[in-house]
């Protein structure tokens, strides 16, 4: 295994970051680093904070105090161009959430055109492209509703690919999927972490956390309990809190 | 804003030989229901008659064309302020709803009319007399736009807070600003939610230009008040009048149906 050193320079960094939804303190001095190149994968109990988290990566959700750098940036500048941030930032969420009116191609095409005023035949080219490489070049046409959840989330993926993304967050991308076509997602997220792409993935898949992630962080009640190399925080846990988590799921 | 221009169009004279044949023949079929049954249809063959109510035709098609896009601009400005954060602007846009809301379209229709209408300015109509700055039409249009698009407010309103807030969060994590988000993803799937209701009060803004009878606007109802004054045919106008109704409500709403077919998703529902 390759030192974390060797990796790339960092691409996130989130040092000493609180967030309270009103007097409710959901992250209390959470911090984390992810190197270009690198898949890290949290895990965590329900509630924990793992999805407000990476919400306050890509600045959808403010935080309290602390301090978020993207690509050497501040997210929480004021002066920040949040458009910049969010071209850097691509992020799937559990519940695909794709546009239901637009056909799978559109659903790609749409944020380059209008957000970074790409070419729309260039825009259509990529976004082929990536459909093909998720495995959907037959579901070009289809709308969302047409599509199978595992279908839908990798439009979702491609969508996301194609503002050509620094770092990729993935919040409980296959929570809501069966066996099946969980499998079929997480092959995809695989051979994207596999290119190099940055990837954050929040998930519950054990197995799977433990195959691609170079780093686990696990998170209980808004902190960070313990994170190393996948074969140490899984292997090995050092913290009681770790290990009753993981004779739970495993 | 000649209401009665285009009726040019519609004279007898320039009808083809077969269309003219046409009207000749149902006049001339009315006028015997008339001389055998004592029914008076004169719309159908008294030419005056049948001017003055094409005339109302055009002016109540003329003010519903108006006055559903005006309300449908204004509904869309109205969510829009309201939506944009700014304390005032929520404020305003609530004070024009409620007050549109909440009193009496004949009332409003007046008010415009005799008391806005009497401060305004006069102009000169170029025949040495002074017309008012704004037509009892012109104030119709005000008035009903303004009475419709309240409401248009409120439908919209009720249609953007039913897009998901999921879908609206995929839009900013995508980098689209605030209105590049209204006009690609959150009217689009508004509109298609909102159309029933949005229906029913197009219909019913249809149905209220008749208001406009009060201010003297030569709309349908008032063409036919005048038609069954001098010719003595209440009964027969009434009828006349109640389908020309149904027939316009039945064109806005096989236009609505269109437009909701083609914006129609597939394994969509709302
Ligand atoms: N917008 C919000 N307002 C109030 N509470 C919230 C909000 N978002 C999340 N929470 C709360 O924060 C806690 C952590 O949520 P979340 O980040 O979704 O956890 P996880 O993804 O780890 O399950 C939960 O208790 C949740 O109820
Ligand atoms: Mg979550």
Redesign the interface.
């Given at each position: 295994m390759a030192s974390r050193h060797q990796l790339g320079e960092p691409v996130v960094v989130v040092a000493g970051v609180e967030k309270s939804f009103g007097s409710f303190k959901v992250l209390k001095d959470v911090g984390l680093i992810v190197r270009r190149g690198e898949t890290v994968c949290i895990i965590g109990p329900s509630g924990s904070g793992k999805s407000t988290l990476l919400r306050c990566i890509?600045g959808?959700v403010p935080i309290s105090k602390g301090s978020i750098t993207v690509a050497g940036r501040e997210v929480n500048d004021p002066r920040l161009d949040?458009?910049s941030l969010?071209?850097d930032?691509?992020?799937v969420?559990q519940?695909y959430?794709?546009?239901?009116?637009k056909s799978a191609l559109q659903n790609v095409m749409?944020?380059p055109i209008?957000?970074?005023k790409q070419d729309k035949a260039e825009v259509e080219e990529r976004a082929r492209r990536l459909l093909a490489k998720v495995g959907l070049s037959d579901k070009l046409a289809?709308?969302?509703?047409?599509?199978s959840g595992g279908q839908q989330q990798r439009v979702?993926i491609a969508?996301?690919l194609a503002?050509n993304p620094k770092v990729m967050l993935f919040d409980e991308v296959t929570a809501a999927l069966d066996p099946e076509t969980k499998k079929e997602v997480l092959v995809t997220i695989q051979d994207l972490a596999a290119e190099g792409m940055t990837c954050i993935l929040v998930t519950h898949e054990m197995g799977f956390a433990r195959e691609v992630a170079d780093h686990v962080y696990f998170t209980d009640g808004g902190l960070i309990v313990e994170h190393g190399p996948p074969a140490e925080l899984f292997g090995a846990p050092r913290e009681e809190r770790t290990k009753a988590f993981l004779d739970k799921v495993l | 804003m000649d209401p009665g221009a285009p009726l040019r169009c519609v004279r007898d004279d320039v009808a083809d030989g077969a269309t003219a044949r046409q009207i000749a023949m149902i006049a001339a079929f009315f006028e015997r229901l008339n001389e055998t049954q004592g029914l008076n249809f004169s719309v159908f063959y008294d030419a005056f008659d049948r001017s003055r109510f094409l005339t109302g035709l055009w002016t109540t098609s003329y003010i519903c064309v108006v006055a559903i896009l005006a309300s449908l601009l204004l509904g869309l400005l109205g969510v829009w302020v309201a939506g944009s954060g700014s304390r005032l602007g929520r404020l305003l846009v609530r004070a024009y709803v409620q007050f549109f809301r909440n009193t009496p379209p004949l009332v409003q229709l007046s008010f415009f009319y005799f008391a806005v209408g009497g401060l305004l300015p006069t102009v000169s109509d170029g025949f040495g007399g002074q017309s008012p700055l704004v037509s009892g039409t012109g104030w119709a249009i005000i008035a009903l736009s303004l009475f419709a698009g309240a409401f248009n407010v409120e439908i919209f309103r009720a249609g953007i807070e039913a897009v998901p807030s999921t879908t609206v969060e995929a839009a900013e994590s995508l980098g689209y600003t605030r209105l590049q988000l209204y006009i690609h993803v959150v009217l689009p799937l508004a509109f298609r939610i909102c159309l029933p209701a949005l229906n029913n009060n197009l219909v019913n803004l249809v149905k209220t230009t008749t208001l406009a009878y009060a201010i003297g606007v030569p709309e349908l109802l008032y063409a036919a008040s005048q038609i069954w004054s001098e010719s003595f045919n209440v009964r027969e106008m009434m009828n006349v009048l109640l389908v020309t109704y149904v027939l316009l409500v039945a064109v806005l709403v096989f236009v609505m149906g269109r437009w909701e077919r083609a914006m129609r998703i597939p394994g969509y529902s709302t």
């Open positions: 890509n959808l949040k458009l969010r071209r930032v691509g992020i969420f519940q959430n794709l546009f239901p009116h749409m944020a209008h957000v970074l289809s709308y969302p509703g047409e599509l979702a969508r996301s503002m | -």
